[in-house]
C-alpha cells in the first residue's frame, strides 16, 4: 500500500510565521493530498496536487511536488493559532489501501 | 451534498463487552468505505475498507470486524473488548474517478475507552 511520511513529527512557530513541512513517499503516485486534523475530529481534505503539477496554491497554503525526488511539501505562509492542528499527506495510486503517516503535531504560538 | 454520520460520539466500555460503531453516508452511491483507528497522539491505523457491499478487507488481524450490509452504510464491531482497543475510531469514504476522485471524507470520529 502507498504511504508517505511527514517531517518533522513536531513543529513549533510563532503567529505570523511561516510553516514548511514535508512528505516523502517510495513508489510512483498518480495524485498527492494533504489533510488537517483538528484535536479530536476527523481529518479535513486541504488540497491535492496531481502528479504532472509541480505547484499548487489554495489561500494561504502552498504545495509542491517534485515526483524525481519523491517528495511534496506543505507551506501555510503568515500562520494563525487556528493552524494549530496536525497535518498528513495521502498518496494516491489507484489503491483502494489508504493509508497515511504518523503526521506532522503544528503548534502555532500567539 | 455528501454527508457522512458517525455515531456514538463518545463511549465507554468495560473489557470483554461487545462494540458497534455505526456510519452511514448520504448523497453518494458505491462509496468506498474505511475504518481507522488513532491512539493517542498517534498516526491514522487502517483497520478495514470495502469496496461494495458485503465485501471487506482486513488490514490488521485483531478482535474487531468490520460488515457493510448496505451500500452506504459501514459497522465496527467486537465480540470482547480489549483494554488495547481504546481509541479514537474514524469512518471515512471516497468515490472512485474524476480529479478529486481520491479525496477522502472523514466523519468526526468516536471516542472508545475500554475500562
Known amino acids: 500500500s502507498q504511504q508517505g511520511e511527514e517531517d518533522p513529527q513536531a513543529l513549533s512557530i510563532q503567529e505570523g510565521e511561516n510553516a514548511t513541512m514535508n512528505c516523502s513517499y517510495k513508489?510512483?503516485?498518480?495524485?498527492l493530498q494533504w489533510y488537517r486534523q483538528n484535536s479530536g475530529r476527523g481529518l479535513v481534505h486541504l488540497i491535492l496536487i496531481r502528479s504532472n503539477e509541480r505547484e499548487k496554491h489554495s489561500g494561504r497554503l502552498r504545495v509542491t511536488l517534485d515526483t524525481s525526488k519523491k517528495s511534496s511539501s506543505l507551506l501555510i505562509t503568515a500562520s494563525r493559532a487556528a493552524d494549530t492542528a496536525s497535518y498528513f499527506c495521502l498518496t494516491g495510486a489507484g489503491s483502494y489501501q489508504l493509508t497515511f503517516g504518523k503526521g506532522t503535531k503544528l503548534s502555532v504560538i500567539p | 451534498s455528501q454527508t457522512i454520520h458517525q455515531w456514538p460520539a463518545t463511549l465507554v466500555q468495560p473489557v470483554g463487552s461487545p462494540l458497534s460503531l455505526e456510519c452511514t453516508v448520504e448523497g453518494t452511491s458505491n462509496p468506498n468505505l474505511y475504518w481507522y483507528r488513532q491512539a493517542a497522539g498517534r498516526g491514522l491505523q487502517l483497520l478495514f475498507y470495502?469496496?461494495?457491499?458485503?465485501?471487506i478487507s482486513s488490514e490488521v488481524p485483531q478482535n474487531l470486524s468490520a460488515s457493510r450490509p448496505q451500500d452506504r452504510q459501514f459497522i465496527l464491531s467486537s465480540k470482547k473488548l480489549l483494554l488495547s482497543d481504546s481509541g479514537f475510531y474514524l469512518c471515512?469514504?471516497?468515490?472512485?474517478?474524476?480529479?478529486?476522485?481520491?479525496?477522502?471524507?472523514f466523519g468526526e470520529g468516536s471516542w472508545l475507552t475500554v475500562v
Open positions: 513508489t510512483s503516485i498518480n495524485n
Open positions: 470495502s469496496v461494495g457491499i458485503g465485501q
Open positions: 471515512a469514504w471516497r468515490t472512485i474517478g474524476g480529479y478529486s476522485g481520491n479525496t477522502i471524507y
